[in-house]
């Protein structure tokens, strides 16, 4: 058992820290900026609370951070009260964050200067990934820290790997987004021709997604897709973040990446018909406006 801060309670976050309790057994503390998100977890798991990061990380041998974007991480953990001010030396600061691997960076190299360990660690696999703990973990950062992060990380993961230096995680997740945005675009523009055409939908997936054709998506969401129901899942306003740190580090890099620039577009005609908070698969919705 290890003690553990948990910073961020959204609709990752409260399910994460709750398996971090529950199925690793560790003594945790959380910190969410509506105190009384943070209670409503404490009651539920029988667990802790603090007022701010810095007394939540207090003592702990684990912090963990799952918030918005990158102000609001930098906010948690070098801000006024932030965690990195009440964290220990030999402790280890793991975030969970759909970052920029530019604060990942920063962050690694700030808490090196407390004597404090750093893993960049993004998830994917979405709210329901993360109520049933089997998310998938890109971590950046040294060998050895990850190594005493990954057992108790394992506590909300199926998959946890280590990319490479401290930054590795996040570009893996951008990675992630890049493949899923193409994915969901072209089973959007499949399901709209098959529609168009006459085609009792069901049939044609219960063959092609068999085939070359077949992924997660297409399992998971072309039952709600045709229904015309996108009221859940990773909101495309949460995409639309993602993408843009895509589109960042891609000018960054020099990496060309035509169709990701062009499903991000697509994405804000979703936003302009009121679609903010719909589930990514709503591509199907411009299409058929």
């Given at each position: 058992m290890a003690k553990v801060a948990f910073i961020g309670l959204g609709v990752?976050?409260?399910?994460?820290?709750?398996?971090?309790?529950?199925?690793?057994?560790?003594?945790?503390?959380?910190?969410?900026?509506?105190?009384?998100?943070?209670?409503a977890w404490a009651e539920k798991f029988s667990g802790?609370?603090?007022?701010?990061?810095?007394?939540?990380?207090?003592?702990?041998?684990?912090?963990?951070?799952?918030?918005?974007?990158?102000?609001?991480l930098r906010s948690v953990t070098s801000g006024e009260n932030g965690a990195l001010h009440g964290m220990k030396p030999g402790s280890v600061l793991i975030d969970n964050t759909t970052?920029?691997?530019?604060?990942?960076?920063?962050?690694?190299?700030?808490?090196?200067?407390?004597g404090i360990d750093f893993i960049d660690a993004p998830v994917s696999g979405g709210q329901a990934g993360a109520e049933n703990g089997v998310l998938t973990v890109m971590c950046g950062g040294d060998a050895a820290v990850f190594e005493r992060a990954r057992p108790v990380i394992d506590a909300y993961a199926r998959m946890v790997g280590l990319m490479g230096p401290a930054g590795s995680g996040q570009l893996t997740k951008m990675i992630n987004q890049i493949c899923i945005a193409g994915l969901v675009q072209g089973l959007a523009e499949g399901l709209h021709f098959g529609k168009s055409a006459g085609l009792d939908i069901e049939k044609v997936v219960e063959v092609i997604s068999k085939g070359a054709a077949g992924s997660w998506q297409m399992e998971n969401r072309h039952k709600t897709m045709n229904a015309g129901k996108y009221d859940f899942g990773f909101a495309v306003d949460w995409m639309r973040k993602d993408l843009g740190i895509v589109l960042t580090e891609a000018r960054r890099n020099g990496a060309k990446l035509p169709v990701t620039a062009l499903v991000d577009?697509?994405?804000?005609?979703?936003?302009?018909?009121?679609?903010?908070?719909?589930?990514?698969?709503?591509?199907?919705?411009?299409?058929?406006?």
């Open positions: 990752m976050g409260f399910p994460m820290a709750g398996h971090l309790k529950t199925k690793g057994g560790h003594d945790v503390t959380v910190y969410n900026r509506t105190a009384e998100k943070a209670a802790k609370s603090a007022p701010t990061p810095a007394e939540a990380a207090a003592g702990a041998d684990f912090v963990f951070v799952c918030v918005g974007n990158d102000e609001d970052a920029s691997a530019e604060v990942a960076r920063e962050l690694y190299a700030a808490a090196k200067e407390k577009q697509f994405y804000g005609d979703v936003q302009a018909m009121g679609g903010n908070r719909w589930d990514t698969s709503s591509l199907l919705a411009r299409l058929e406006k």
